[in-house]
């Protein structure tokens, strides 16, 4: 596959579609696909249960309390591939910081923004669609796209410099923090396999951290399309920072889509494909999207923690026996990206073109 160096067609951004009086057509999603926002049918959270929430400061507790968290967390992979941590050391200063440097950044003028529009190259900068298939349907939202590790890759040249409150160093102790909590939780996943705790911290090498800071405007008509259309992140794990006043995240669960509701101060954790392909799929990425409103934006901020761009990734050889043979073929991450930066998101379908012929 070759990476595109321009996008198929001119790009729109969504926030200037926000005050329309209808979504364009470009933006409406086959009716099999389109959020059901009004369910009267849909399981009440007391029958679908919600994400875990785990407090991560068990870690530092007494044998038993460590070993339950690290339980718990084992669980909630298994059961939803999500969960949610408090307690999990990231400054909430520097939480709620992100959050408004951030939001102030889609509000400055169009031209300033448009000064760091993004390619499909490396899609670093601001943003309004992934994949490059022409005439595409497309998701109701922008964002912007930064590579923090390893610091050989940082482009400054890509980071924004308006508004003046947002400064490099801010984004950059984030990313450090996140990049901290995320050391944490590849321990607590090595252990709870069975393997020794640098397990995953060997099997990624030298990491890759990127941030994507994704902005849904409001929409005139949020039940015609969607924020994000269903996907599994493409990486190792995601560590996401949303807004607790604006829900909008759903998770699959079996034939559901259940709404996350934010704990204030709690990060989003999610295991994304990598994990699921060093692991043989004891732990599985999990599908999610995001639905949109027609009252207010909504801002989020990912953080994907990824192994090396050029270490070979495949099944653990300590969990593949002839009873699970391998699942998965060995492809590095650097190649296995380029199915979600070609074709966009697309539920689980990208895992599968990893599976041995
Ligand atoms: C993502 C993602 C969810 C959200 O950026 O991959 O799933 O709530 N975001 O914005
Ligand atoms: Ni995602």
Redesign the pocket.
């Known amino acids: 596959m070759e990476v595109a160096e321009e996008w198929p067609e001119p790009i729109v951004r969504v926030q200037t579609l926000a005050d329309a009086e209808a979504v364009p057509e470009r933006y409406i999603k086959p009716p099999s696909e389109r959020p059901n926002l009004n369910p009267g049918t849909a399981l009440a959270p007391s029958e679908t249960g919600s994400l875990p929430v785990i407090d991560l400061a068990g870690l530092s507790g007494g044998a038993a309390e460590r070993r339950a968290t690290m339980l718990a967390v084992s669980d909630a992979c298994r059961d939803w591939g999500f969960f949610q941590v408090v307690n999990h050391g990231v400054s909430p200063e520097l939480m709620e910081g992100m959050r408004e440097v951030w939001t102030a950044f889609f509000r400055l003028p169009m031209a300033e923004k448009q000064a760091y529009a993004n390619s499909p190259k490396t899609f670093e900068g601001y943003g309004s669609r992934l994949g490059v298939k022409k005439g595409a349907i497309l998701d109701w939202g922008d964002y912007f796209f930064l590579q923090l590790s390893p610091h050989s890759i940082r482009n400054y040249d890509k980071w924004p410099v308006l508004p003046a409150s947002l400064s490099r160093a801010m984004t950059e102790s984030y990313g450090e923090e996140l990049e901290k909590l995320c050391g944490v939780i590849k321990k607590v996943l090595s252990a709870t396999l069975g393997l020794d705790e640098e397990f995953l911290h060997r099997a990624f090498g030298e990491a890759g951290a990127c941030l994507?800071v994704?902005y849904y405007p409001k929409c005139p008509q949020p039940d015609l399309t969607l924020?994000?259309s269903p996907?599994s992140?493409p990486g190792g794990m995601?560590v996401?920072l949303?807004d607790h006043h604006v829900k909008?995240?759903q998770v699959r669960k079996g034939d559901d889509w259940i709404t996350v509701e934010p704990v204030p101060g709690a990060l989003i954790v999610n295991i994304g494909d990598q994990i699921q392909v060093l692991t043989n799929a004891t732990y599985k990425s999990v599908e999610?999207r995001?639905v949109v409103n027609a009252a207010t934006e909504r801002l989020?901020m990912?953080f994907f923690f990824n192994p090396n761009d050029d270490l070979p990734i495949q099944p653990a050889a300590e969990l593949v026996t002839p009873e699970a043979p391998p699942l998965y073929k060995r492809l590095t991450f650097k190649e296995y990206k380029l199915f979600m930066r070609m074709l966009g998101p697309r539920g689980k379908s990208h895992v599968d073109f990893v599976k041995p012929t």
């Open positions: 994507r994704n924020g994000l996907h992140d995601t996401l949303t909008g995240l999610h995001v989020s990912a």
